[in-house]
Structures are given as C-alpha cells and as structure tokens.
C-alpha cells in the first residue's frame, strides 16, 4: 500500500455537482499513439482491471481503454467496439462491465432510446446486452456487490438523477427497487457496504441501500472509488483534496487536484484521476504523478 496525501481550499458540493452535471462536450478524436499525443475529454468514469492494468474511460463519446506501463500508457484505443454511446453510468466488477447513459449519433436504435437503462458487456466492451429499464433509465453512477447468501445474482445500485432514493437490483439487474430516499453524487461498493457522496458528508449502508448512515469520521467527498485489491476507499473531497484510507480503515488526506475533478478509481493503492490536467495516476498519493493523458491540443 502507497501513501496518503495533502490539503487544498473549500467549495461547495451542490456548485461542483451542477459543473458535472452540465451538457456534454465532444472530445478530440482518438487514435493509437502515446500519453501524450492523445487527448481525452468529457469523462464520466474511470475503471482499472487490476490482472490487466488496462484502464477503461468512459467519455461522452464511447469507452476507450489505455494499456497502464510502469511510468506511463502505452497507448489508447476506441471508442471500443466503434460505438459512440454516452456512458453516464459505468463501472467493471470481475471482468465485466456495467454500463447507463444515452445513445450516441450512431448508436444501434438496440441500444435503446433516449436512455440506455442498463446494459452489460463480457466482451471488454466490444459488444453490449440490453439487461433491463432500456429507453427508460439513465444511471449517473453504478455500483456492483457480489451476490447475497444463497444468491447467485450480483447486486447492483444506480444513482438516477431523475429520482431522489438510490436504485437497487438484487437479481443481476432484472428488475429493480427504491431504495433509501437519498441525493447522491458517486457510489462505491466494498465488502463492508455501499457508499454515496452527498452534501451531508459520506453515507454508508450496510442493508444493500435500504438505510444509509453518514460516517461523521470520513471526509465531505465529491468522488469515491472503492480498491478492489486492499478493500480500502479513495476519494476528493469538494476542496479538491484526495483522501484514502488505511490499512486500519482511518483517512488519510493528500494533495490536491487540478481544478475540478471528473472521475477517479483506485487499484492496488495506485490513485487514477480525471482532470484539468487530463488523466494523471499516482503510486505514492499525490507526491508525484505520471500524465497518461493531457488536456492540451
């Protein structure tokens, strides 16, 4: 495990919440090449497959994946599958990837209109199924648990901006439940529970998203990403700093991000940011950061 952070100013939940959630812009297009000829913009998600290092990044204009070296990417590539869709929702738990948002301008009318619902891919995100609520449901943030005792079924939790409880699936995603009446930003999933971003500080469940209790001891996070290595959290808080716990389970605060974060994920220790910088990661939490993606033309 790598160590913890710094400190930065303050601003508030709601005004960093309403930056995220304004339109789309497109991004650059991207193609094979190095960290730094290549230009992603617009991210919803960041997700890392651990066995692979192969990072995922849903933008408003597809998935695409970049191959993690030691000091660096060894290249992009997308949109994967060649599909243009908006992942506004996406996360990969044990190989496969869980995705919501809307259709792009050349998205199969399978996909489904003009929301997503949920869909699911095997395949890396070569090819997607329609599971349940297409052309209904557009998740902001989706989160996966193994299944429940005598289940064979993941759960799966969805923040809907369209609702004010937090989303639930017992069975896989088939059908779906309100769960507790609750306005959240981000959503990580640990062994030990659910966990949502709100204005209140870090709510936390333990009754697959029935009651949420906010942890007075966490820090007042934007985004939270759970590492599905250590079973520990990371996050940035709406100052910008980043956060994580320790082997024990107490935070630990960072350095700061550039500007306003889009998306993080954690693996292993190792901290994966979106943002003004473009994609930078961390192997020694916040005192230095190698660039896999650059803002800059």
């Known amino acids: 495990m790598r160590h913890p952070f710094r400190r930065f100013a303050v601003t508030s939940f709601a005004a960093i919440v309403a930056v995220l959630l304004t339109g789309c812009s497109a991004p650059a297009a991207i193609t094979n090449g190095t960290a730094t000829a290549n230009r992603l913009s617009h991210i919803h998600a960041l997700s890392i497959e651990p066995a692979s290092q192969n990072l995922s990044v849903a933008t408003h204009e597809g998935i695409f994946q970049i191959a993690i070296a030691a000091n660096g990417t060894t290249g992009i590539v997308g949109p994967l599958g060649g599909l243009d869709f908006d992942p506004m929702g996406f996360t990969v738990r044990d190989g496969?990837?869980?995705?919501?948002?809307?259709?792009?301008?050349?998205?199969?009318?399978?996909?489904?209109?003009?929301?997503?619902?949920?869909?699911?891919?095997?395949d890396g995100a070569q090819t997607w199924?329609?599971?349940?609520?297409?052309?209904?449901?557009?998740?902001?943030?989706?989160a996966v648990l193994p299944p429940a005792e005598n289940s064979s079924e993941v759960r799966i939790?969805?923040?809907?901006?369209?609702?004010?409880?937090?989303q639930r699936s017992l069975d896989g995603g088939k059908t779906w439940t309100s769960g507790a009446d609750l306005v959240a930003r981000d959503l990580a999933a640990t062994p030990g529970g659910l966990y949502a971003t709100t204005e209140d500080g870090l709510a936390v469940s333990t009754d697959n998203a029935g009651s949420f209790t906010v942890d007075p001891a966490a820090p007042a996070l934007l985004?939270?990403?759970?590492?599905?290595?250590?079973g520990g959290l990371a996050g940035v808080d709406v100052a910008?700093?980043?956060?994580?716990?320790?082997?024990?389970?107490?935070?630990?605060q960072g350095a700061a991000v550039s500007g306003t974060p889009e998306a993080i994920t954690v693996a292993d220790g190792r901290l994966f940011v979106a943002d003004d910088r473009g994609i930078t990661f961390t192997?020694?939490?916040?005192?230095?950061?190698a660039e896999i993606s650059s803002m800059s033309n």
């Not at 869980?98 to 891919?121: C, D, E, K, Q, R």
């Not at 939790?157 to 937090?166: A, E, H, K, N, R």
């Open 283 to 289: 192997d020694d939490l916040g005192a230095t950061w």
């Open 157 to 166: 939790f969805g923040v809907d901006p369209s609702t004010s409880g937090i």
């Open 240 to 252: 910008g700093s980043l956060w994580a716990t320790d082997p024990g389970g107490q935070w630990m």
């Open 223 to 230: 985004l939270v990403s759970a590492d599905p290595i250590t």
């Open 129 to 142: 199924v329609n599971v349940s609520l297409t052309g209904e449901t557009d998740f902001h943030s989706l």
């Open 96 to 122: 496969i990837a869980y995705a919501s948002g809307h259709p792009g301008p050349t998205t199969p009318a399978t996909f489904g209109s003009p929301n997503l619902g949920l869909i699911v891919s095997t």
